[in-house]
């Protein structure tokens, strides 16, 4: 592949030789490094799935705290009385 781009520089068997595992090794260096960037990128996912859920627990307990508030007056001072505030 590569041998047949330079043409006549690589006539001799040994270069043609070293130009293949040249391109091998540089394919596996290629395949690495992509390897690396995706885990790279699964530890960025990963961040702000945590993130998105830390702030969904805090919406959830929000919601919450709302559900259990007093709807009116009386209702906050029959809590008051009771001491369930």
């Known amino acids: 592949m590569i041998s ?5 520089i690589a006539t001799t068997p040994w270069m043609r030789a070293a130009l293949r595992y040249g391109a091998i ?3 596996v ?3 690495l490094l992509a390897l690396r960037r995706t885990g790279e ?3 960025r996912l990963a961040e702000r799935l945590k993130t998105t859920e830390k702030a969904n ?3 959830r ?3 919450e705290a709302a559900a259990r508030r007093p ?3 009386d209702e906050l ?3 008051l009385r009771d001491g369930r505030f």
């Open 57 to 59: 627990d805090v919406q």
């Open 41 to 43: 990128r699964a530890g």
């Open 4 to 8: 047949t781009l330079l043409g006549g």
């Open 61 to 63: 307990q929000m919601l």
């Open 71 to 73: 709807r009116d007056r």
């Open 77 to 79: 001072a029959e809590r």
């Open 29 to 31: 260096l290629l395949f």
């Open 25 to 27: 090794v540089l394919a």
